[in-house]
């Protein structure tokens, strides 16, 4: 039995009427009515009252408790006077009338914010006094709900009999998409050890020893700029990996746990499973994104060859997508529309509006030929009274806006249900593209398997190659990538070829993997839903720091702890390392 409190904040009810009861927690509020001292006592379960009386010694002391103190209160429960009960919390009907009230830590300081208050507080302010910001209930509630999301998570990975195992947070650095965090050796002069992107290579080695369902809830940590939706430096996803099994056996196992997580743990309606499959190159065409928002009714069609049919020069050998909306919209809308349009670099955005009788009005109409009007109709499936808007670019940029603007009408046109999640699966991704500097490059996942294997990257142009590679999207957030993998060092081998990297590079940088492929190694395929982003939709949080501990800022510091900050030479010296900074 604990010396500080016989019963959690939340235990106390009418069954505890006449009962000695102990609680402990911090002191939310104080009502003085002269004598008659109310508290209100909370911990992490919930709030019970307690109350002094006039005859109490301890009513002046408990008045001048500083608030957010943490106290200690043994008294008598008593039942409440019908007209004080609180319905709004689980201990209403019941208060503690006061025999002792102890203070166990005094604040001493004044508040930087006031804590469960409405009033919005600067985000800054919240990360130095991080410690204060989660005795706020809904931060704690956040960290509580992420806690039981992974409880939940590891009890669907087992059930479908996966092992959990974990694997180094210090390892060798790897060039695998971001920037590594580096840790230097004391032991080895010279020499750095790399905090892991994601356990990539090592859960492929787990494939090649024989554990063949492997998950964990798995830390990465990537020197990223950060996002809303993504926390510089460190971030856990639920990282699985399993052996002789195709991308549908991957499908097939993750979209149960998704499913019932997001069933679970929130009220809204959940789009079943199977996920609709769709490949990236109709992504792009149809919702200008490969991290699609399927609330989002509105697609996207390509009109490129019919405007090289017409008249208006800035559609003429252009890539020309459009999108159709039902009904007229006003001046305004279209004056805002094409506000929109600029911010995002476009120099306008052209609309048609369809009339009763099907005919067009709107600023291009003169510029299509009254021959061609029949087939544009047809080719969009215009109706009455439909508006139709037109982006013109170079096929990447067109592609991009395009995208932009659909997310843009949807959310003008209030077209997005945001009462449901809906997922889908990004498939088919290529395997190279073009960089800045017009070199072939790996798209996604250099680890990936090429459909059509050997084959394809002997024979084919390497950027129609397409790769066993695939995303699950949310609400137009990506949760998460992953890939049948490429097991076989010869394929391997060409892919990095095609790269522009030789066998030497691959030995020399993916050393302990391009080894184990040499033994036998099973195909095998994975994926790595991002945990802190399926937190933040099921908590509907508009940053991914709401749904973390403690997150550093969004320029990459921990400011309740200083981090990063600097050390001593002595500290330096031992790992052999000497500053060479120039201010």
């Known amino acids: 039995m604990s010396i500080y409190r016989t019963h959690t904040c939340d235990e106390i009810s009418l069954e505890d009427v006449g009962k000695k009861v102990k609680i402990a927690g911090f002191v939310q509020t104080i009502r003085d009515f002269g004598g008659l001292v109310f508290l209100d006592i909370r911990d ?11 005859q109490n010694a301890d009513s002046r002391f408990a008045s001048h408790i500083p608030i957010e103190s943490s106290v200690s209160v043994e008294g008598i429960v008593k039942k409440r006077e019908p007209d004080t009960i609180n319905e709004k919390i689980k201990t209403g009907l019941v208060e503690i009338s006061i025999e002792n009230i102890e203070i166990l830590g005094k604040r001493l300081k004044n508040l930087p914010f ?5 009033v919005d507080v600067r985000e800054d302010l919240r990360l130095k006094y991080r410690f204060l910001d989660l005795r706020n209930d809904k931060l704690k509630n956040n960290i509580v709900l992420r806690a039981q999301i992974i409880q939940y998570l590891r009890s669907q990975m087992i059930l479908q009999g996966f092992l ?6 210090l390892t060798s650095s790897s060039p695998e998409g971001a920037r590594d965090y580096l840790v230097p050796s004391r032991l080895h002069s010279g020499k750095f050890y790399a905090l892991p992107q994601a356990p990539q290579q090592f859960k492929q080695l787990l494939m090649v020893s024989g554990i063949d369902k492997y998950f964990q809830i798995a830390p990465c940590f990537r020197d990223e700029d950060a996002r809303a939706d993504r926390a510089p430096g460190e971030f856990y996803q639920l990282d699985m990996e399993m052996s002789y099994s195709t991308q549908e056996d991957v499908f097939e196992v993750i979209e149960p746990v998704i499913y019932n997580t997001f069933t679970k743990f929130s009220n809204k309606k959940v789009a079943e499973f199977p996920f609709p499959r769709i490949p990236y190159k109709e992504a792009m065409l149809k919702y200008g994104s490969d991290k699609p928002d399927l609330r989002n009714p509105l697609t996207i069609i390509d009109l490129s060859d019919f405007f090289n049919k017409c008249t208006f020069k800035p559609f003429i050998n252009k890539t020309v997508r459009a999108i159709k909306v039902s009904g007229h919209m006003s001046k305004g809308f279209h004056e805002k529309m094409l ?13 048609l509006e369809i009339d009763e009788d099907l005919s067009f009005k709107g600023p291009i109409d003169k510029f299509i030929p009254n021959e061609l009007k029949k ?9 009455a009274n439909d508006t139709i808007f037109f982006v013109s670019d170079n096929e990447d940029r067109a592609t991009n806006f395009a995208g932009q603007i659909r997310e843009e009408l949807g959310i003008r046109l209030n077209l997005i249900d945001d009462t449901m999640f809906k997922f889908c699966w990004i498939i088919d991704f290529p395997m190279y593209e073009l960089d800045e500097r017009g070199k ?5 996942n250099p680890f990936s398997m090429p459909q059509g294997g050997l084959e394809a990257l002997t024979t084919m142009n390497p950027l129609d190659i397409v790769a066993y590679q695939y995303d699950i999207v949310c609400n137009g957030i990506e949760l998460s990538s992953g890939a049948v993998r490429n097991h076989d060092p010869e394929i391997m081998i060409r892919a990095f070829e095609l790269a522009g990297y030789n066998k030497e ?4 940088k993916f050393p302990a993997l391009f080894n184990a492929f040499q033994f036998g190694a099973p195909p095998h395929a994975g994926i790595a839903p991002g945990l802190d982003r399926i937190i933040m939709l099921l908590t509907e949080s508009e940053t991914i720091r709401d749904v973390i501990a403690f997150p550093m800022n969004s320029k990459a510091q921990d400011i309740m702890m200083g981090a990063p900050g600097n050390v001593s030479k002595e500290q330096l010296r031992d790992v052999h390392i000497r500053l060479d900074i120039k201010n």
């Open 505 to 508: 590079y691959i030995e020399e």
């Open 440 to 444: 072939i490059a790996f798209n996604h």
């Open 164 to 169: 959990e195992v974990q694997t180094p947070i």
């Open 44 to 54: 992490m379960y919930g709030i019970t009252q307690v109350v002094t009386s006039a």
């Open 339 to 351: 506000e929109f349009a600029i911010s995002i670099g476009m120099v306008g955005l052209g609309y």
């Open 375 to 383: 087939q544009l109709i047809d080719l969009a499936n215009l109706e």
């Open 114 to 118: 006031e804590i469960n208050s409405n």
